[in-house]
């Protein structure tokens, strides 16, 4: 797997998007573990916010929002809880580990 780009001061970009202001505030504060630069999100991103933020990773905190649009290229990690999707992260551990995976 090719590395991710990263911004400027070495940091990936990860936008947490969810319905759940409280699930995307802890998935956000375990990403900000992995010394990302963090966007949470509550709802439905425009297509100018994401362009302005530039995500390399997002994470979906699920349900999906409605009416999202993620890039054709977009690195996606799912999170629910309690997990019921297929490689959905359900903990801190399997979050970090994925974004880990997804830096090489």
Request: aromatic share 6%.
């Amino acid at each position: 797997m090719v590395g991710l780009a990263v911004n400027s001061c070495g940091r990936q970009r990860i936008m947490v998007v969810g319905t759940n202001i409280t699930t995307v505030q802890e998935v956000s504060s375990y990403c900000l573990e992995s010394q990302a630069e963090v966007l949470p999100y509550y709802g439905t991103p425009s297509k100018e916010e994401v362009d302005l933020f530039k995500p390399q990773i997002w994470v979906i905190c699920l349900p999906i929002p409605q009416n999202l649009q993620l890039p054709t290229n977009a690195h996606l990690i799912l999170w629910e809880e309690p997990p019921a999707v297929l490689q959905a992260v359900s903990n801190r551990a399997e979050l970090l580990t994925c974004l880990e995976q997804l830096s090489l």
